[in-house]
Structures are given as structure tokens and as C-alpha cells.
């Protein structure tokens, strides 16, 4: 069999401290290399990136900066084929930027004749509809698209894209393994708010949250639950900030809320500047529940079999508890404290059956994960 090297450039929103994005290009970068090794063919990623020596130093890829134009048109140029996604990329919620930007990025590699694949992306909210019918003609000219959730997959349907020329598929980030780091090695970054190292048995609750109502009262329904569950068991609750440095701006909010716990048994500590999407992975594994607003800080939680807590501010974070057969704890508009500390600790409770409930149908989410490469993979073995 003769194997053949094929270029791809990976666009997504990578480089920008993210843990959550990077935990994206991470799991492609993974699946990728993992199916090439099951095939003929041998891939050398190109990734697009905000920060490109930040990129190149912690995947070993090579990367150039999204923005300059020339250097992101040679490497598409030279390469055979440009893979967009995953995440949520094509949305006008955060601004009118990203979807003509990653939509410029997926148009100049057809331009340049190179086969498109979308992976595994989140549709919208798209709500100009003058986007619309520049996704229809840019998605129509892929080589291959999937979807993360029968939304996505819905809204390019009514634009008109075939359903046989969908694939819906569960989050990339389903499918990250663990760090070969030892957990001792993850867990020296743990400290409390003075900055002292935290070393405790007890419960472990992870708590990812963001800023998001402008009189923060989501952030102050969490500490009030919290405090509620604080108040019946001892917990030890572990703040993960997943977008620096705003997330630990977020939490340290919360936290401040949260005062002393520990005349009542509990700890409460944060990761330090941890952007390596394995680590946080490895952070998440050893919660017995994580809390959280970030969807990839659920996806973690979910792919490790650690019970998930939704805070939805966004409607992705409500489709991906119902791919888990689950439901949100409340939204950030609308959060009861007293809801959160019960639902937290019955989970805390029950947490044998919870996964009894749900481990089956995550290992197959893990499985279904791979699919996008696998689908590539194939398209450039048959090409080449």
C-alpha cells in the first residue's frame, strides 16, 4: 500500500486562549492522526490561528496567522484541501465578523479548487438573513459537512442543502483523551483565593461560569446555590475558568460572593492560567459534578462520565443536554440558587446511577465523534 502525505489547513477560532476552542483543534488534530495511522494516508495540518507560535509550540503543527491574508492564501494554496470548524463559528450573535470571515476563509479554498469539509460545526444563531444565502453557496460547494446538533442540520435544510448531505454528529471535543500527564502534575496548580495550595478528599464540584447578564444576577443566583449546597455538605468547589482572563474575572466574582467556607468544612480553589485543553480535560476528570455555563466545560464532563449541570445563556448548551437525554438546571436569566444546591446534590448522591443511565449512550457519542475524520480521511485516500 502506498501511503500518501496530504496538506490540510485547519481554520477555527484557535489560538486565543480558549480552552475550550483548543480543545477543538485538539480533537481534530487527534482524530485526524488517529484514523491516518488506519489508512494510506499521512496528513501535515496547517492551522490558522490568533497566536501561531503559541499554536505551533503546544500541538507541534505548523501555524500561520489567520488575519494576514497572504500567509493564510499560500498555505491554502499549497495544500490539499482546508477543514472549517469545529465550534461556533458561523453566528452573528457575538458580531457581524465571524460568519463572512470563516465563510471569505472556506470560499477562497474553493477559489483555489481545493476540497472543503466542514467539521462538525454549531449553526447560529444566524439572525440577518442576508447571511443566509452566502452560507447556502458556500455550503453547498463543500466536499463533505457535518453538523453538532439537528439544529444546525435543520437550518442548512431550510436553505435548501440536501439531508443526505448532512452528517450530525456530537461535538469533536467528545472524543479528547487524556493527558499521558500524571493527575499529580495537574493537580499543583490548584489553589484557594489567597493563593495557598488545596489539597482535600472531599467532593469535588467544577465550576465553569462566564460573565453574561450585564447585573450579573446569573452569577449571584450561583452563589447563593452554592452557599445553599455548602450549607448541607462538605464540598470542595473547584473554579475552572475556560476563556482567560475573563473566566477568572467570573469566577473570582463568584468566589468573593462566596466568602469563608471554611468554618463549614468546604474548599474553594481555581486553575491557574491553564490554557492546554488535556489538562483541563484532566481537571474535569477528577470532579464528581461540574457546574457549568461554558459548553465545552459540560462536553468535558460528559466525555470524562462526570454528571453535567447546565447554565444555559445560549441554545447550544440546551441541545447538548438533550443529547444526553437531560435538561438544564435553569438559564442565566432565569436561575433558582435552591434548584441548583438540590440538583447538585442528588447528583452527588446518585451518581452510580446517573451513570448507569448514561454511560452507554456517551461511549457511543465518543464513537460517533470520529466520524468527521473518518469521512475525510477516506475522501483524500480516494482522491489521492
Known amino acids: ?31 485526524l492522526e488517529e484514523e491516518s495511522h488506519r489508512s494510506n494516508v499521512t496528513i501535515e495540518p496547517i492551522v490558522l490561528s490568533g497566536d501561531p507560535e503559541s499554536t505551533t509550540s503546544m500541538y507541534g503543527v505548523r501555524s500561520v496567522h489567520r488575519m494576514k491574508l497572504k500567509e493564510v492564501r499560500e498555505a491554502i494554496k499549497e495544500s490539499d484541501g482546508l477543514i472549517s470548524g469545529g465550534g461556533s463559528l458561523l453566528q452573528d450573535a457575538t458580531g457581524l465578523k465571524s460568519i463572512p470571515y470563516y465563510l471569505g476563509v472556506i470560499k477562497l479554498a474553493q477559489w483555489l479548487k481545493k476540497p472543503t469539509f466542514i467539521y462538525a460545526q454549531g449553526i447560529g444563531p444566524v439572525n440577518r438573513k442576508i447571511f443566509n444565502p452566502m452560507i447556502r453557496s ?11 446538533d439537528e439544529q444546525s442540520a435543520e437550518y442548512l435544510r431550510g436553505l435548501g442543502l440536501r439531508w443526505n448531505q448532512i452528517h450530525v454528529v456530537p461535538d469533536p471535543v467528545m472524543g479528547l483523551p487524556l493527558p499521558e500527564a500524571k493527575a499529580e502534575e495537574v493537580n499543583s496548580v490548584a489553589v484557594n483565593a489567597q493563593g495557598a495550595s488545596v489539597h482535600t478528599k472531599l467532593p469535588v464540584i467544577g465550576v465553569s461560569v462566564r460573565f453574561w447578564e450585564s447585573d450579573r444576577k446569573e452569577l449571584t443566583a450561583i452563589a447563593a446555590g452554592l ?5 448541607k455538605k462538605a464540598v470542595h468547589l473547584r473554579f475552572m475558568p475556560f476563556h482567560l482572563p475573563i473566566d477568572e474575572q467570573a469566577s473570582r466574582f463568584v468566589m468573593e460572593m462566596l466568602g469563608d467556607l471554611g468554618n463549614k468544612g468546604s474548599e474553594v480553589s481555581i486553575t491557574k492560567d491553564l490554557t492546554d485543553p488535556q489538562l483541563m480535560l484532566q481537571e474535569v476528570s477528577n470532579c ?8 465545552h466545560s459540560l462536553i468535558y464532563a460528559a466525555s470524562q462520565y462526570v ?16 443529547r444526553l437525554d437531560s435538561e438544564t438546571v435553569g438559564s442565566t436569566d432565569a436561575l433558582d440558587g435552591d434548584k441548583l444546591a438540590k440538583t447538585v446534590a442528588n447528583l452527588l448522591d446518585q451518581r452510580s446511577q446517573w451513570l448507569k443511565e448514561h454511560e452507554e449512550g456517551i461511549t457511543e457519542l465518543k464513537q460517533e465523534a470520529k466520524v468527521p475524520a473518518q469521512q475525510i480521511i477516506k475522501y483524500l485516500g480516494r482522491k489521492g
Request: aromatic share 10%; with cysteine; net charge positive.
Open 1 to 31: 500500500m502506498v501511503t500518501t502525505s496530504q496538506k490540510l489547513v485547519i481554520s477555527g477560532y484557535y489560538g486565543f486562549r480558549n480552552s475550550g476552542d483548543e480543545a477543538v483543534l485538539k480533537s481534530i488534530l487527534t482524530a
Open 227 to 231: 452557599k445553599k449546597l455548602c450549607s
Open 138 to 148: 458556500v455550503f453547498k460547494a463543500c466536499n463533505y459537512v457535518s453538523v453538532r
Open 288 to 295: 464528581d459534578v461540574v457546574i457549568g455555563m461554558r459548553l
Open 307 to 322: 454528571p453535567p449541570v447546565g447554565i444555559s445563556y445560549d441554545p447550544k448548551i440546551d441541545q447538548f443536554m438533550l
